[in-house]
């Protein structure tokens, strides 16, 4: 991945739009301010992330226990996404679309085997979607089918949780995930729309400024005209 803006960096962006210079002269509740904007620009990203997968999406190795034909996968995987290859010799598996193919797998495919008897060279694959606790519920598992007789290594394209930041990760100078290019044309102008709303915010000329690279930033993510509603008050306003 090309090189990426660091926390600070779009910290210290949304600072400057409110007139503070450096952190260390501020408050905790405007830290914890631009870090929320920070946040839900990043939220924003990972919403459209279907249409830009490329920043969201990782290729991960697991491996699936011999006989028991399916592995949880960790937590912080959002969803899975095709291709899926075994590891050994990149060999791409079929995906089945719902819980019956899978179950009835060797009905439908091997020939009526039973259960037991479906074992084997893996072919298929599929992704069920159930609950953990947590903020964040969705947890995925992985069955191949049929049931491997040795672990068997596969590579699967994933979708991962949206990364949340905290002060430490602007001290830490933490990279954001976002190739540098698209944090300057579409992570930023997103935060900078977020902050324009904040008390601190003197620029008011500036806004429609910001309003436009926001619309733009959204366009780029295949997002639909968001209609904000500062910028709907204001032109109500301008009417009166």
């Known amino acids: 991945m090309a090189s990426s803006l660091k926390v600070h960096q779009v910290v210290d962006d ?19 301010r631009a870090i929320s904007d920070l946040n839900a620009a990043m939220q924003t990203l990972w919403s459209y992330s279907k249409n830009v997968d490329f920043w969201t999406r990782t290729t991960e190795v697991v491996t699936v226990p011999a006989s028991s034909g399916s592995i949880l996968l960790s937590d ?3 969803n899975v996404i095709t291709p899926c290859r075994t590891q050994e010799d990149n060999r791409p598996l079929a995906p089945l679309h719902s ?10 495919y091997l020939g009526g085997l039973s259960h037991s008897e479906a074992t084997g060279i893996p072919t298929s694959f599929y992704v069920s979607r159930g609950n953990q606790s947590g903020d964040d519920p969705a947890r995925c598992t992985l069955h191949l089918a049929p049931t491997p007789l ?10 991962k949780e949206c990364p ?3 002060w430490s990760d602007y001290e830490n100078e933490t990279s954001i995930p976002v190739p540098h290019q698209y944090g300057e044309s579409i992570l930023l102008p997103i935060a900078r729309y ?3 709303s904040y008390r601190l915010f003197y620029d008011k000329e500036g806004k429609p400024a910001i309003l436009n690279e926001y619309k733009m930033a959204l366009s780029q993510l295949g997002a639909n005209d968001p209609n904000p509603t500062w910028d709907k008050t204001e032109q109500e306003g301008d009417k009166s």
């Open 99 to 108: 819980i019956d193919e899978l179950e009835n797998f060797s009905t439908y």
């Open 150 to 159: 040795v672990d068997t290594a596969v590579k699967i394209d994933v979708i």
């Open 194 to 196: 977020r902050s324009s």
């Open 14 to 32: 949304l600072f400057r739009m409110w007139g503070i210079e450096k952190a260390c002269a501020t408050t905790l509740s405007v830290k914890e």
């Open 76 to 78: 912080d995987i959002q």
């Open 164 to 166: 949340r930041y905290d």
